[in-house]
């Protein structure tokens, strides 16, 4: 996702400075992260389990 300077960061409570910090492979620091999943040890078979949901917006608040 590419961030503008000003966009709140998504690591640290702050706005945007463009450090790129949220785009570097936790792996390889020297690589930028291209979503390969090998951090996250994403098997074969994966699941999640849905709690709710929301069909209308307005009963969705940050919960």
Known sequence: MERKLGDPCVL????CIGCLECETCDLDPNKVCDNCGKCIEVQDVASIKIDKIYMNPEEYQGK
Not at 12 to 15: I, L, N, P, V
């Open 12 to 15: 640290y409570d702050r706005e």
